[in-house]
């Protein structure tokens, strides 16, 4: 048995499965595009330009700010000749980083949901579990098939995000600002370790339930911890920085870990054809 | 060689028992029918014999490889047709049969997928997607994607299901022509009896998860024929009456039956009636397999 070979064509399968369903790619978009894109560029744009201070929406994040550049936890703030500096400054570099986490959850979700409880509801699994594929290569192929293009989206996502980005705080600050180490570790180390842990996640509730949905809905739990990622950040009130960033990388591989042993260990062949029946 | 051994399967799903005590052996070359009503256990069992599907007791051997241990080597051999073919509707014909071949790691994919979209006459529909076919055509395909990696063992679970007499002559003409030319050992279930009885030597009939029979026709035929009912084509110029020992149960001009009391009265009979007059046809009725296996049912059905 030829493991590349069935990997590949394994991964080769799934993709072509999401490209082919306007249903699955259309969301997978949209959503980078809003928050990865749309929605940082907007609010870049017109904080690097209005009145800061008039607008009553802002004052808490103004009041954060004062906080962080009084307290040195962002020394370069300090140095900053006017709020609109600072405010774009901590929106482009801090504040939308969390939001990059829900683009490899986003996409990890959908496309795990569709590739094992898609194939089950489809009744394509039995015929998958017939073929003499191991577990272990049909499990890395499902992996890698959901893991290259949520990977893909979210770099794709942050080049052009990255782009905007330094296209907006070249003309205040003379120099190319993004990336810094934070989002160079977020979207290298964190990125692909949270895309893992969510795939891995999403495998051992696909294997338990009977259809799609309801794997996605189950699935999307894990959004949760992320809104409370970028409220904190919002508020000043949990800055991560780089060695917290390289913990969190670390401790969702860890768990990573645990569940790949959970998957390896729950779903055999004759269980997961038991589970379909 | 035995190819397929079958020992004490049992099978619970909760509360279901599926199947119960399962035993039989199908030889190496042969064509066995699994024969019973939907609900029977068949797909269940086969779903065992290829180690896909956990038994709750007993032991299958396929060419003495247990199919719960060595599950990979055991489907490595085997091919499975299921109900559902397992095809992937979004992609064409010929993208599924290159993705199987590729998760079979199959060297030379290429010619295989030609030879066998020219023996299931694929060739028109190859580039269009599977959910555009009949019926009659995914099943084509699906037999074309479980012959890829030249199986020597073919299970086919109600491969005629759905189709059109066409398409069963189809089923049929290539199950015999595997089973000739390449030697295949081939176990097909179907709940209809009379449509597999031209290609199978040996059968196994099923009941609410038992084996209620098995064997080749003739034994199982012989081992119901203990009180044959004869059927007899003649022309008596002087009646059916009184010209032998035995006494018919119906008549007509030229027709008369017995029933009979061992298959020893059969020439006894034949000999007495060709004394006084002409005897153009006998046949024994009710013998043949499809009413065999209908009383079987009947008197399973009742117990």
Not at chain 1, 159 to 188: C, D, E, H, K, R
């Amino acid at each position: 048995m030829n493991n590349r070979q069935a990997i590949g064509a394994l991964v080769r399968k799934d993709i072509r499965s999401v490209t082919a369903s306007v249903q699955l790619w259309l969301p997978m978009l949209i959503v980078p595009l809003i928050i990865g894109i749309i929605m940082p560029s907007a609010l870049l744009w017109a904080t690097s330009r209005l009145e800061l201070r008039s607008l009553g929406n802002v004052s808490f994040l103004l009041e954060s700010l004062d906080a962080l550049t009084y307290s040195g936890q962002i020394p370069q703030l300090a140095s900053m000749p006017t709020d609109n500096h600072r405010i774009v400054y901590y929106l482009a570099m801090y504040m939308f980083a969390p939001l990059f986490l829900i683009i490899p959850v986003m996409a990890s979700s959908i496309l795990t949901a569709n590739s094992f409880a898609g194939e089950k509801e489809r009744k394509t699994l039995e015929g998958l579990l017939f073929t003499p594929i191991s577990m272990d290569t049909l499990f890395k192929g499902k992996i890698l098939a959901a893991l290259i293009p949520s990977l893909l989206l979210s770099w794709v996502t942050f080049l052009i995000y990255g782009s905007i980005a330094n296209i907006l705080m070249y003309p205040m600050f003379g120099t190319l600002m993004f990336p810094n180490l934070n989002w160079m570790i977020l979207v290298l180390w964190v990125v692909p370790a949270c895309s893992l842990m969510v795939i891995l996640l999403n495998v051992l509730i696909s294997a338990k339930v009977r259809g799609f949905q309801e794997a996605y809905q189950l699935g999307g739990i894990i959004v949760l911890p992320l809104i409370a990622l970028v409220a904190g950040q919002a508020s000043g009130m949990l800055l991560i920085g780089p060695w917290m960033l390289l913990m969190i990388g670390a401790v969702l591989l860890l768990i990573s870990f645990v569940l790949l042993r959970l998957v390896t260990l729950w779903n055999s062949r004759q269980q997961l054809a038991e589970s379909q029946i | 060689m035995y190819m397929i051994e079958v020992r004490n399967i049992s099978k619970q799903f909760n509360v279901h028992q599926a199947l119960n005590d399962v035993s039989f052996t199908v030889e190496q070359g042969s064509v066995t029918g699994l024969i019973g009503p939907n609900g029977s256990g068949k797909t269940t069992l086969i779903r065992i014999m290829n180690g896909v599907l956990g038994a709750s007791g007993g032991q299958v051997t396929i060419n003495e490889l247990d199919a719960a241990r060595e599950t990979e080597k055991v489907l490595a051999m085997c091919g499975t047709l299921t109900e559902h073919s397992g095809l992937y509707e979004n992609m064409s014909g010929r993208d599924n049969l290159i993705f199987f071949a590729d998760a079979f790691g199959l060297a030379r994919a290429k010619e295989r997928i030609e030879e066998l979209v020219t023996l299931f006459e694929l060739q028109d529909y190859q580039h269009r997607k599977v959910g555009t076919y009949s019926t009659g055509m995914k099943k084509r395909l699906g037999l074309a994607r479980v012959l890829l990696h030249r199986p020597s063992i073919l299970f086919l679970d109600e491969p005629t299901n759905g189709l059109d007499p066409d398409g069963i002559q189809m089923v049929l003409r290539i199950i015999r022509q595997l089973n000739k030319e390449e030697k295949m050992t081939i176990l097909v279930s179907s709940h209809v009896l009379s449509q597999l009885s031209a290609v199978c030597d040996h059968y196994i009939f099923m009941e609410k998860g038992h084996i209620v029979e098995k064997g080749t026709e003739q034994e199982i035929v012989s081992r119901y024929l203990s009180t044959p009912k004869l059927e007899v084509e003649a022309d008596m110029p002087n009646g059916w009456h009184s010209v032998t020992d035995y006494t018919p149960e119906t008549i007509s001009a030229y027709k008369a039956t017995f029933q009979l009391t061992s298959r020893e009265d059969i020439p006894l009979l034949l000999r007495q009636l060709m004394e006084h007059g002409q005897v153009y046809q006998a046949r024994i009725t009710g013998s043949d397999l499809e009413s065999i296996y209908f009383a079987i049912r009947e008197a399973h059905h009742h117990e």
